[in-house]
């Protein structure tokens, strides 16, 4: 199947900093890649959806100006958490849905977790 | 957006045949149903995909109904590798996918 990877995988942060998280889909090009924040014994809960060359669409609740998205190209999305709080402290993962076979799958990447302290 | 309900939790001894039904009642016409796998502190991981009847591939079975309102994903002879949360999502074309609850599957020895 194919590869989405992320990076960095963990990070530790002071609170108040900035943190870029970066999406990157290996062997396919996706125009929507997915954010999504899970904290410990819960499900994925979605963030946004990055759209390729245009804004992202972000669910309620989800502060535009605290998680910045920007999906440059058609393999890369990044998540930047600025000012960064305790709170935020949580595991972050992306996914992409490949579309070009026509299949309707999506993948996930190995997700990032931070740590705010 | 098709709601999904599964059970929260379930137990198996290794070499059993582990059946997790999933509910959906409003699901869409272009829907797709698809079962994800999720160890502690990774991402999710595709299991299987399916429209409609059944479907198998090396590691699963999923059983759809003609009506399409429900689905059992089936793991042949569990493992305790298998112990993880199992998520059942309804995909429409191009559409955010919505995670529900899961259900967290304990296989023991």
């Known amino acids: 199947g194919a590869v989405v990877s992320q990076h960095p995988s963990r990070v530790i942060c002071k609170s108040g900093t900035s943190v870029k998280i970066e999406c990157r889909s290996l062997d396919f090009q996706a125009t929507t890649m997915f954010w999504y924040r899970q904290f410990p014994k819960q499900s994925l809960m979605l963030m946004a959806t990055?759209?390729?060359?245009?804004?992202?669409?972000?669910e309620q609740g989800v502060e535009k100006d605290k998680f910045l998205i920007n999906h440059a190209s058609l393999t890369l999305s990044t998540l930047t958490v600025t000012s960064a709080h305790p709170e935020d402290s949580s595991f972050y993962i992306c996914?992409?849905?490949?579309?070009?076979?026509?299949?309707?799958?999506?993948?996930f990447g190995p997700g990032t977790r931070l740590t705010v302290l | 957006l098709a709601k999904t309900t599964q059970p929260i939790s379930m137990d198996s001894y290794e070499g059993q045949e582990v059946n997790i039904t999933c509910s959906h009642n409003?699901?869409?016409?272009?829907?797709?149903i698809t079962w994800y796998q999720q160890f502690p502190s990774q991402g999710p991981r595709f299991i299987i995909q399916?429209?409609?009847t059944k479907v198998t591939n090396e590691v699963a079975s999923l059983f759809i109904p003609a009506d399409r309102k429900s689905s059992t994903l089936s793991l042949p002879r569990v493992s305790l590798s298998d112990t993880a949360v199992y998520y059942c999502?309804?995909?429409?074309?191009?559409?955010?996918?919505?995670f529900g609850a899961g259900t967290r599957l304990f296989v023991k020895a």
């Open positions: 999502l309804v995909v429409g074309g191009g559409f955010k996918t919505i």
């Open positions: 990055s759209n390729e060359g245009s804004k992202a669409t972000y």
């Open positions: 399916g429209y409609k």
């Open positions: 409003n699901i869409a016409t272009n829907d797709y």
């Open positions: 996914s992409a849905r490949e579309t070009t076979s026509g299949g309707n799958e999506q993948f």
